[in-house]
């Protein structure tokens, strides 16, 4: 491939997995010209496999992408077989859509990324995404006028409300929280291995201004595993990936105790936080009563009916939706479980099987992070940045760590053939 076709290709790529992940199309482009997000999914689709042509070469499929588009083609498979079964109305094709448009992406990207330029390209822009969400999310938090220009901009996207929770280009504070903490343990990856500790810090001020206890807790698992595992680190001394641990393991005591007000009241930093902010975040996470954690466990309660009511086929796409007033289930597994039954959620657990297949540390985290999240949002499947978030992490990451696995096995191996040529040797 010669180097402007090649250039193309990963601009291409680029803009394409930035737009997406970022969710620009949903609050910005959407309100100005009038077009649906749905419009955006069909060119990010269209663009991407047009570089299969415009790089001259037919497709083709190596044997590491197999078992993702495989998983992909089941999920697919078992989405269509509800439909044609159960079928609830509007609902069910409304669900159906999405969930083909997040199949197609995903397709897509796979085929679309053919060497390592574009697995980085998809990478950097997985990185300037997360960042732009981290940025915005400071921002509308810190600063009351930048709030409003937000909200009237991106069409009140962030339902800030008395928390003032920020939710930059998504909808809901929850769902950005848990694209940048899944977007984070990716990104870091492309990031030198000094600057990594400030993207994390980075990160973790912006899922702070989410106040979403959800993404709080595993964007601190992330970092705890990053540092104890050193995942593609070998120049930060244990020493200080132990000391970065200790801080991860204190802020997360602090928060899940409801103990963090106290320490923000001693350093003044209070008056930058709303009372109601400061209330939720002074309460036990898991055993404080407010309305939110009522209400999600009655629907937690109500999809786990459907699925005993519907174990083989489930209840129908879409049948979880706006049980109590406009809520879902807030749990991917049990709204996969009450809609398409024991077959769906199979399929959707068979992620796992995935990353054990790449038999690689790095995607088995990324998949228990992802569960971690499926526990507390049923919107995990509902936008683009996770259909190619799993991609990436499952089928490319691997890829980007395998070469620098394969330097340190030859580092130990010279530095053992070293200690050999350096004994003494014995004369006869």
């Known amino acids: 491939m010669n180097n402007p076709v090649k250039l193309g290709s990963n601009v291409a790529i680029f803009l394409v997995v930035f737009v997406l992940f970022s969710n620009i199309p949903s609050y910005v ?6 077009l649906v997000p749905w419009h955006f999914w069909l060119a990010g689709i269209v663009i991407l496999m047009s570089l299969l042509l415009f790089t001259g070469r037919s497709i083709s499929v190596d044997k590491d992408k197999i078992p993702y588009l495989v998983w992909n083609a089941c999920f697919f498979a078992s989405c269509c077989l509800t439909l044609m079964l159960v079928y609830t109305g509007p609902k069910s094709m409304d669900q159906f859509i999405n969930y083909g448009w997040i199949t197609a992406v995903g397709v897509s990207l796979v085929l679309a990324v053919r060497n390592r330029s574009n697995l980085y390209a998809v990478g950097y822009a997985i990185l300037a995404s997360v960042i732009l969400l981290a940025v915005l999310s400071i921002m509308e938090f810190m600063d009351p006028n930048f709030q409003v220009i937000v909200d009237r901009f991106f069409e009140d996207a962030s339902e800030v409300g008395d928390l003032n929770r920020s939710g930059a280009l998504y909808e809901n504070s929850n769902n950005n929280g848990h694209v940048m903490v899944l977007g984070m343990f990716v990104g870091q990856f492309f990031l030198p291995a000094r600057l990594r500790l400030l993207f994390f810090a980075l990160v973790g001020a912006a899922i702070f201004c989410t106040v979403s206890r959800a993404s709080m807790t595993v964007w601190a698992v992330a970092v705890l595993l990053t540092l104890l595992l050193g995942f593609g680190s070998t120049k930060n001394r244990i020493a200080g990936r132990v000391l970065g641990a200790c ?7 602090l928060l899940v105790s409801g103990e963090l007000p106290n320490v923000l009241v001693q350093l003044n930093l209070d008056q930058y936080m709303s009372r109601g902010m400061l209330t939720r975040l002074s ?4 055993t404080q009563s407010d309305g939110s954690t009522e209400v999600r466990a009655d629907l937690a309660v109500m999809a786990w009916g459907m699925f005993v009511n519907n174990p083989v086929i489930g209840a129908g796409l879409g049948a979880t939706e706006g049980m109590i007033l406009h809520l879902g289930a807030h749990n991917q597994f049990l709204k996969i479980g009450g ?9 959707f657990l068979s992620i796992m099987a995935l990353a054990l ?32 978030l799993i991609p990436t992490a499952v089928v490319f990451l691997p890829v980007v760590l395998k070469p620098e696995k394969n330097r340190r096995r030859r580092r130990r191996k010279r530095s053992r053939e070293d200690d050999v040529t350096s004994l003494p040797v014995k004369q006869a």
């Open 29 to 34: 482009l959407s309100l100005r010209i009038g």
């Open 247 to 253: 801080f991860v393991v204190i802020l997360a005591a």
């Open 283 to 286: 309460e036990n996470f898991f």
């Open 339 to 347: 809609e398409q039954g024991l077959f769906g959620m199979l399929v």
């Open 357 to 388: 297949y790449k038999k690689s540390a790095v995607a088995v985290v990324f998949v228990l992070l992802y569960f971690a999240l499926s526990f507390t949002s049923h919107g995990m499947l509902s936008y683009p940045a996770f259909a190619i």
